[in-house]
Structure formats: C-alpha cells, structure tokens
Antibody
Framework: EVQLVESGGGLVQPGRSLRLSCSAS????????MNWVRQAPGKGLEWVSH????????YYADSVKGRFTISRDNAKNSLYLQMNSLRAEDTAVYYC????????????WGQGTLVTVSS | DIQMTQSPSSLSASVGDRVTITCRAS??????LNWYQQKPGKAPKLLLY???SLQSGVPSRFSGSGSGTDFTLTISSLQPEDFATYYC?????????FGQGTKVEVK
C-alpha cells in the first residue's frame, strides 16, 4: 500500500525557518517525481514545488522561489521542503504528492502537515 | 504561467442530479488536465487524469472530456458522498496550477 506521511509542521515566527519531511512507503520512491502542494486555511490548492526522480529537474512556484528548497533522499525514501524566511502568507497545510506517468498526475497524497507562521 | 479557471465556483444540487463543472486553461494544455475531489479536513483525491482517464477505484459516474483549453467534469448521478470541492489542475508545464475549486453543496 502506497503511503506518504508528512511531518515537521508547527508554529513558527515570521522570518524563521522550518523543514518539512515526507516519508514514503509501498512503492519504489526513486522512480517517481514528487511534489509539495499547500492549502491556506479556507482557500484552494496551490502547487509549491516539484522534484524529478533523479533530481535532474526542480521547479518552484514564484511565491516561494528563493526561500524554499525541495530535496529528496532516495536511499531513505524521503522528500523534504526547507522553508526559510517564512511569512504569514505561508501559513497552510502542506501536502506531499506523488507525480505519476506521462501526464504527471498526483495519484497519491499524504495527510498533510500544518504550518502556522505567526508571532 | 498557465491560468486555470473553473466555473461555477459553487453549485447546489440534489442526489441523483447530473452535475457538470468546467475548467478553462489560459493556453492550450493538450490533455494534461487532472481532476481532484477534496472533502473537508482531508487530502485531495485524484479522480481523472489525462482529461478523461478514470483513476483506479473511482466510480464510473465520474467522467471527463475536453482537450486544448476547455474541459469538463461530469457526475452523471450525484451521490451523497460526492458533496465536496472539485479542482482541476494542469500538468502541461510548471507551475502546475490548480483551478480555484468548485464546491458542490446540498440543494
């Protein structure tokens, strides 16, 4: 069974940093692209970042470019999101999601981890 | 960036109704269009990918159509468990933008 489990969320002050993790199981992690998607309270879904299976391609939303860094450790079946210079508008539930196949659809999602940026 | 626009933003329907949601891309995305369902407090769930391919385990009352810039999600006979918010997403090019969502509510 495919499982994605996020961790690392919490309350953080503006300007500080936080690192999210996503632990994967039930599939060959190294063969799939991975993504982070976030959802601010009461709002819609916002794609945040993508990393290819081999780390050859990385993309970011403009809203986080230069502040967030996506990475992965295929040996540990883990995906990460390093978030620096956090802002109030980064407050959201952060989901990791597996991208699959030619159409790169997000077929499995974690349960999400809440990040709250507030003083 | 490719903008995705869904309509309507919300709709009210009854069990058994046929429901149609549209999604328009700001430029051609071929068939790189996916649909997700989200219920309150839960992660999104993939319903359809490649505009019209049903994800494994998803009931056949869900269907999708379209290519290029205009797409539709149809629920042929709305069931109680289908009251939720639906999002389209383009996976043609980054950023992999989502539509703003369509909330399907009880009439």
């Amino acid at each position: 069974e495919v499982q994605l489990v996020e961790s690392g969320g919490g309350l953080v002050q503006p300007g500080r940093s936080l690192r999210l993790s996503c632990s994967a199981s039930g599939f060959t992690f190294s063969s799939y692209e991975m993504n982070w998607v976030r959802q601010a309270p009461g709002k819609g879904l916002e794609w945040v970042s993508h990393i290819s299976s081999s780390v050859s391609t990385i993309y970011y939303a403009d809203s986080v470019k230069g502040r967030f860094t996506i990475s992965r450790d295929n040996a540990k079946n883990s995906l990460y999101l390093q978030m620096n210079s956090l802002r109030a508008e980064d407050t959201a539930v952060y989901y990791c999601a597996r991208g699959n196949g030619y159409y790169r659809h997000f077929d499995y999602w974690g349960q999400g981890t809440l990040v709250t940026v507030s003083s | 960036d490719i903008q995705m626009t869904q309509s309507p933003s919300s709709l009210s329907a009854s069990v058994g109704d046929r429901v149609t949601i549209t999604c328009r891309a700001s430029q051609s995305i071929s068939s790189f269009l996916n649909w997700y369902q989200q219920k309150p407090g839960k992660a999104p769930k993939l319903l359809l990918y490649a505009a019209s391919s049903l994800q494994s385990g998803v009931p056949s009352r869900f269907s999708g159509s379209g290519s290029g810039t205009d797409f539709t999600l149809t629920i042929s006979s709305l069931q109680p468990e289908d009251f939720a918010t639906y999002y389209c997403q383009q996976s043609y090019s980054p950023p992999r933008t989502f539509g703003q969502g369509t909330k399907v509510e009880v009439k």
